[in-house]
């Protein structure tokens, strides 16, 4: 910074009030670097002065919500400032007869599907601790869940945002309509970013109609029934809203979950084709109803971000889902967790040194495998070190021109996006 901690925490208390300002505040730590000053602005426009006045004193700025997705990412190679976005807590419209909503971004999950369900609507994200988790946290971080292969993406969900850069100018970004197809969709660009472009202040999101009725079958066997059940439930109509496969390294035995939701007809519709097809491959079935299918996957939902865990996530091919889990299968204390609808593949390990000096050999695994290997959450002191975002893609020059024309000096976020962007 080219100003002392006192001078720039002086200015940003005269344009956002003292209330506003918090100096040396140890709660706000990531990866056990503290920052100097925590802002909390109430609006976009307060956060747009503290970015001008981090900025003009070259002050590294991390963005953050709520901070349950902190822990995701390179250790940040500067820590100055932190700008909360926790205070932007108003949901903005609910259009429902055009399925959509918006809101400022500091808005929980949790308290956005409060405010829409008396029109049986919901917005189809899952992302862990939604009690918590605020939508700028969860579309900066690009958090998915596990019904995603069934609604979408947040890339698919989001149609609009407003965002600060880091020159302080407030842009927009799609619209409040689902048609709309005016100019470049930079809304796809900021989605995933991780704050390293701007700061999210404003979000408009697609709503879906609550489903009448929801259930589970878990089918469990060997790993070759759950291949052939996955096979044939590939030929057959039934549409489910999310399969996963599932080891808890404690047994041989695999369990693979297939959600259903929708009428009532529809989802008895799934059980019954459900359990005739584990039937035919030899699987036995459990079925979950009301509220012990909606724990079972919560805990799918938050299992990406368990603090005293080492996570791995690898995406790869669908098909090559079950080959790649039996290579992994018997590591010492691993768990996995596999959306086969989509490609992805979760481990988690006990949060040692042992376990992290399995990524090299993960990262060559999800290679042989046409897939890509990230160290998803691990504490401080396990990622000293290690670039958690694996080898650089082939787009790597692109990404830091971007970041350059959005971020000239290297300032937002600096560090903790893949190969230090």
Known sequence: MNLSVEQLAKQLETALGGDAVTVAATAYAIDDKQPEIVCHPQSAEQIA????????????????GSGTAMAIGNIP???????????????IEHDHANLT???????????????????????????????????????????????RSYYGSVRDLVIGMRVVLASGEQIKAGGKVVKNVAGYDMCKLFVGSFGTLGIITEVTLRTVPIA???????????????????QELSRSPLLPAAIFLLNDGATAQWRLAVGCEGFEETVAR????????????GMSTTTLRAESHNEFWQGLRDFPLQSDRLIYRVTLPRG??????????????????????VGTVWLALPARRSGLEKFVELIELARQQ??????????GELKQGV??????????SLQREIKRQFDPKGLLNPGRFLAGI
């Open 49 to 64: 002065a503290a970015l001008r006045l981090c900025i003009e004193a070259e002050a590294a700025v991390i963005p953050r």
């Open 77 to 91: 190679r500067q820590v100055d400032v932190i700008i909360e976005t926790a205070k932007l807590k108003r949901v």
């Open 101 to 147: 909503t918006t809101m400022e971004s500091g808005v929980a999950m949790g308290e956005l599907q409060t405010a829409i369900e008396p029109q049986k609507q919901f917005v189809p994200l899952d992302a862990p601790v939604p009690d918590r988790a605020t939508i700028g946290g969860i579309v900066a971080a690009n958090l998915n869940g596990p019904r």
């Open 212 to 230: 009448e009725s929801a259930a589970t079958v878990i089918a469990s066997g060997t790993i070759n029934q759950a291949d052939r059940f996955r």
């Open 270 to 281: 799934h059980l019954h084709d459900l359990d005739a097809i584990a039937a035919r491959v």
């Open 320 to 341: 090559k889902v079950l080959e790649f889990v039996e290579l992994v299968r018997n590591w010492a204390g691993v768990i996995l967790n596999s959306d086969i609808a």
């Open 370 to 379: 046409h897939g890509h290997a990230v160290v998803f959450v691990a504490p």
């Open 387 to 396: 670039e958690v975002w694996g080898p650089s893609p082939a787009t790597i």
